[in-house]
């Protein structure tokens, strides 16, 4: 096996995983450890306004020739990260910090995770708001959701959106995916 391709992640504080790090220790030396940038003070902010607690961990890996590394996990902002909160509070997180360490070991990162479900729910619940197009990738529409969402309109909208993704295929649905994806203007006529 390759050992690139062995990642160990570690959720919790450090008093959690200790016998786990004192073991890999004793087998593999102590790994390296990478540090990120700093983070912003809002990034701190809202680390401990969104996630109080939960962001703790470090994620494990090794080199082509072996050696060892560890990364600590890092807090993300953005859409996604913060509507991946909700259902998993650790995906964001996890994905920000795998992210270098799949491409660096030439594991292409899986960009294509997009649930029907999910966006048929996000479309009931926050379809006022517009959150299923900012998870579909139709930027756009989601913001003129959030300018009007003090109407009706939107609301209306969502549930018709909902309804109509419920009743989509698996084949339309990656269509309506796909489409989020192309620019306008790279269609041919």
Known sequence: MRPER???????GKERWRDLRNRFTETFGPPTLI???????VVLWLRRVIMPGRIQG?????????????????FSVGWQSL???VVS?????LRS????ILDAAGIPPRRSGRSQTVAVLLAFVGGIFG??????GHHRKGIWCCVFFWTAVPFVLGFIDAVRLAL?????FKLVLFSSRVHPTSATT
């Open 97 to 100: 910090t795998l992210e270098p």
């Open 168 to 172: 989509l295929d698996d084949a339309q």
């Open 58 to 74: 470090s994620v494990i890996y090794f080199d082509r020739a072996g050696a060892a590394f560890e990364r600590p996990l890092a």
């Open 83 to 85: 509507v991946t909160n």
């Open 89 to 93: 509070p650790h995906g964001a997180v």
């Open 35 to 41: 540090e990120g940038p700093p983070p912003s003070p």
């Open 131 to 136: 959150v299923h197009h900012f998870y579909l």
């Open 6 to 12: 062995i990642i160990v992640v570690a959720l919790g």
